[in-house]
């Protein structure tokens, strides 16, 4: 059974940092790309990036809003994908999930983690 | 960067009522446009791929159609379950993009 749990979301202070994990079991994690979407509270959903995998050179994209400041990783003997946010604005509030294109697009969704950021 | 729009932002339907729901890339992205269904605190589920193509569980009341700009989810025979918010989501082009979303409630 594919598995997605994230944790590591919690309160910090605008332009602090704060690392999000993605644990993932049920598949192989190393073939995967792994991708981050956020959802501000009452709002819709935010493609935040992906890092594809070690065949494509784990080759990472993102969302211009968190460019520069949010770094995705991963590390494939844990089987577990990282965000680094760096620099979070209050604006980057908002529950963040882990997601994957297993046999289809974004079939699989872990639960999601809460960032809130503010003084 | 591909924006996605989507129609109504609300719509409040009675039961066995068909609904319409539709999607507007603002450039073309052929069929690589997916929906999902979000219920309250819940996280995203996937209901219809590639624009036309049913996923295995989601019942058959939801179907989709479209290509290149413009694309439709339909929800035929509406039950109280369908409460939910609806997004569409493009994998055309990087960065991908979500729709705003369209919230469907029952009267």
């Known amino acids: 059974e594919v598995q997605l749990v994230e944790s590591g979301g919690g309160l910090v202070q605008p332009g602090g940092s704060l690392k999000l994990s993605c644990a993932a079991s049920?598949?192989?994690?190393?073939?995967?790309?792994m991708h981050w979407v956020r959802q501000a509270s009452g709002k819709g959903l935010e493609w935040v990036g992906r890092?594809?995998?070690?065949?494509?050179?784990?080759?990472?994209a993102y969302a211009a809003s968190v460019k520069g400041r949010f770094t995705i990783s991963r590390d494939d003997s844990k089987n577990t994908a990282y965000l680094q946010m760096n620099s979070l604005k209050t604006e980057d509030t908002a529950v963040y999930y882990c997601?994957?294109?297993?046999?289809?697009?974004?079939?699989?969704w872990g639960q999601g983690t809460l960032v809130t950021v503010s003084s | 960067e591909i924006v996605l729009t989507q129609s109504p932002d609300f719509q409040s339907v009675t039961p066995k009522e068909k609904v319409t729901i539709t999607c507007r890339a603002s450039?073309?992205?052929?069929?690589?446009l997916h929906w999902y269904q979000q219920k309250p605190d819940q996280s995203p589920k996937l209901l219809i791929k590639?624009?036309?193509q049913s996923i295995s569980g989601v019942p058959s009341r939801f179907s989709g159609s479209g290509s290149g700009t413009d694309f439709t989810l339909t929800i035929n025979s509406l039950e109280a379950e369908d409460a939910a918010a609806y997004y569409c989501?493009?994998?055309?082009?990087?960065?991908?993009?979500f729709g705003p979303g369209t919230k469907v409630d029952i009267k």
């Open positions: 450039q073309s992205i052929g069929s690589s």
């Open positions: 590639y624009a036309s």
């Open positions: 890092i594809r995998s070690k065949a494509n050179s784990y080759a990472t």
């Open positions: 049920g598949f192989t994690f190393s073939g995967s790309a």
């Open positions: 989501h493009q994998s055309s082009s990087l960065p991908f993009t």
């Open positions: 997601t994957i294109n297993w046999n289809d697009p974004f079939d699989y």
